[in-house]
């Protein structure tokens, strides 16, 4: 299983960034995919998740700032992220569930991350 993540960088507040994630290694249209991010000297956090037919599971945090979307044909996963906040800076990283039901904290494999900031 190969998960390579993509998209980071500086933005400013209130700019937008798009992350994509290109899976390898397994049944892509099998799974549940999440992001999950974790900021310097904090705790992981789930961001998102979209099963395999498109339902789509938001953190309060982001909800209605950020989209969740994935193409099963071309095996990537997507988080398009608006309205950024200082507080959204940090490593972002795409999570492969072990199956296609949505369960927090329930996966088996991460990427490497990719590092976002939100920053004038």
């Known amino acids: 299983v190969q998960l390579v993540e993509s998209g980071g960088g500086l933005v400013q507040p209130g700019g937008s960034l798009r992350l994509s994630c290109a899976a390898s290694g397994f049944t892509f249209s099998n799974y549940i995919m999440s992001w999950y991010r974790q900021a310097p000297g904090k705790e992981r956090e789930w961001v998102a998740a979209i099963r395999s037919g498109g339902s789509t599971y938001y953190a309060d945090s982001v909800k209605g700032r950020f989209t969740i979307s994935r193409d099963n044909a071309k095996n990537t996963l997507s988080l398009q992220m608006t309205s950024l906040k200082p507080e959204d800076t940090a490593v972002y990283y795409c999570?492969?569930?072990?199956?296609?039901?949505?369960?927090?904290?329930?996966?088996?494999?991460w990427g490497q991350g990719t590092q976002v900031t939100v920053s004038s």
């Open positions: 999570v492969k569930g072990r199956d296609n039901y949505f369960r927090r904290n329930d996966y088996d494999y």
